[in-house]
């Protein structure tokens, strides 16, 4: 479930360039309810992009901004309220992560759902089922459920 930020360089702190990729896997994880399935958790990955300040827009006007966009097979985040939830959260996440200067409204969220099938990881298409099998398995045999 790939997580991109897009941003300028030093829109975020230098903490923040660490932490915000790890930070938003936790929040996605959280708000899915799968904390420790070991299935999930590696399928969240995700990449910091800095690019030039220069190179980034709002409305046609340079502007700095943190864009956060979330990928997701049709299945994760079902909710009107699970999608707000994780909205929510990364919001405060870049937020607490952006250099001094920066206001809540200069971050961006976008969420995409991939069609059933159209989500894979290791050269294997998963549709939703096949998703929620592996998901419910994994939580089955976590030794914490053991």
């Known amino acids: 479930m790939p997580i991109a930020v897009i941003a300028p360089t030093g829109a975020l702190t230098p903490t923040g360039e660490r932490e915000i990729i ?28 800095l690019l030039d300040p220069q190179h980034v827009y709002a409305g046609g006007t340079n502007r ?50 991939a069609p059933d099938g159209g989500w894979g990881m290791g050269g294997r298409a998963y549709t939703g089922e096949r998703l929620v099998e592996a998901i419910t398995q994994a939580a089955v045999t976590s030794p914490t459920n053991a």
């Open 22 to 49: 790890p930070q938003l896997s936790d929040a996605l994880i959280d708000v899915s309810g799968l904390t420790g399935n070991t299935f999930f958790t590696p399928m969240v990955a995700g990449a910091l992009h």
């Open 64 to 113: 700095s901004l943190v864009l956060i966009e979330l990928k997701l097979p049709d299945i994760g985040l079902d909710s009107v309220a699970a999608r707000t939830a994780f909205i929510e959260r990364a919001t405060d996440i870049a937020y607490k992560l952006m250099a001094p200067g920066h206001d809540r409204d200069d971050i961006r969220i976008n969420i995409i759902n």
